[in-house]
């Protein structure tokens, strides 16, 4: 099939949800990708920080095939040992003592928003069932996730939403301690806002989030679905706050690239959950599993976490040091990088690709650069300089 015939059976066949730059791409290559004309793109995507470790990493392919020979699909119903090894590996890096495995960032969030109810039910009783989440939040888009997501376009077709919420201004302590009351079951908060626009949390905030919590044995969550397991330059976002949640949630850079998210918890939450009360029939299977503990085990070496610190400090300073009048701020940690305009970006992302460049925006005036994290020295400079040329050459309204 060529190009044009892939681009026109889209349009044909599927649900028409999402708007595709007119390119068909074929593979990828450590942090590029090939379109099917054999044009390169350096991706500052990465598949919407999902490929940590770029493209064409021998190793997951091989553990794929492995583990695929041996058995695919089992259930839950079951003992196997992949996701066994994958739990005790995610809980001897992190604060958590129990651990759930489901599909996809937004199921990781709608077993916490469970956990956290069924926690508040069993210790206080039927009335604390509220949870408190922010403006800007993004938590995805099934019914209780899309409730703690507070942007009209996403939740106003599909209203009623899940009831018992409260959306409080982001970084503002005061609103916070004030909605935080003893109704609240839990507090679901991103330590560095992703979709809303790479805004990273007050340290401030998130300890008097972490008090205001424990004063009323409220659970805190934190999404890092996107900024966790070494986007920021640390294995988790939090441990640059010294803040620790109840429950954390990741996904995206999880498997490699393969659809997996764990809930981590501590055990007082795990505690109250029994056999029964929450399953997925796909969650940590054998070839996920396996796949996820090889990225862990890369993406938790010191070394690895020094990189992505290294580079992403040489990509904040390299756009702090672009003469662009548009821009109002560069913001982020590790690669994870926003780009705010005093403009909508809209014309940015859809040139990008012009450039060799791929670019997604988060918001209509932030650029969000979230790049695989093995990207080298020598590219940083290659997207800032093609990033630079395309500003030069991009008007905007
Ligand atoms: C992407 C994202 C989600 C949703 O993940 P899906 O896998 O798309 O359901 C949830 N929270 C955050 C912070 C995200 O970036």
Request: aromatic share 8%.
């Amino acid at each position: 099939m060529d190009a044009q015939q892939v681009i026109a059976w889209e349009k044909e066949y599927l649900l028409g949800v999402y708007k595709r730059p007119p390119i068909v791409f074929e593979r990828g290559e450590g942090a590029w990708v090939y379109d099917t004309e054999g044009r390169r793109y350096l991706d500052l995507v990465a598949g919407i920080a999902v490929n940590a470790l770029g493209y064409g990493d021998p190793e997951i392919p091989r553990i794929m095939a492995e583990t695929a020979r041996k058995l695919i699909h089992l259930s839950n119903l079951y003992h196997t040992e992949p996701h066994v090894r994958l739990a005790r590996l995610l809980v001897e890096h992190s604060f958590a003592d129990k651990v759930f495995f489901a599909n996809s960032g937004a199921e990781a969030n709608e077993g916490a928003i469970k956990f956290a109810r069924k926690y508040a039910r069993v210790r206080h009783g039927e009335d604390k069932y509220t949870i408190v989440a922010f403006e800007g939040a993004f938590h995805g888009r099934t019914m209780g996730a899309l409730a703690l997501t507070p942007r009209p376009h996403y939740q106003d077709p599909f209203r009623p939403l899940m009831p018992g919420v409260r959306i409080v201004p982001f970084n503002d302590i005061d609103a916070a301690r004030r909605a935080i009351d003893e109704h609240v079951a839990a507090v679901i908060v991103e330590p560095v806002q992703g979709e809303g626009g790479i805004r990273p949390a007050d340290a401030d905030f998130l300890h008097a989030l972490r008090e205001a919590t424990r004063a009323v044995d409220a659970l805190l969550i934190f999404d890092e679905v996107q900024c966790g397991l070494g986007r920021t330059g640390h294995l988790w976002a939090h441990e640059y706050y010294g803040v620790t949640p109840d429950i954390l949630t990741v996904a995206k850079p999880l498997a490699g690239g393969l659809p997996m998210s764990a809930v981590l918890m501590t055990q007082a939450v795990a505690d109250v959950m029994e056999p029964g009360d929450h399953a997925t029939t796909f969650g940590g299977g054998v070839v996920v599993s396996a796949v996820a503990h090889y990225v862990v085990s890369r993406i938790a070496d010191p070394d690895f976490l020094a990189h992505v610190r290294a580079r992403g400090e040489q990509l904040l300073s390299g756009l702090r040091a672009l003469e662009d009048p548009r821009i109002v701020e560069v913001r982020g940690r590790g690669l994870m990088v926003g780009v705010e305009f005093d403009a909508d970006v809209a014309p940015f992302v859809a040139r990008a690709p012009e450039y060799g460049l791929l670019l997604i925006n988060a918001g209509p005036r932030v650029i969000r650069m979230v790049p695989p994290l093995i990207l080298s020295e020598e590219e940083v400079d290659i997207a800032l300089e093609r990033f630079a040329r395309l500003l030069k050459e991009t008007p905007t309204e």
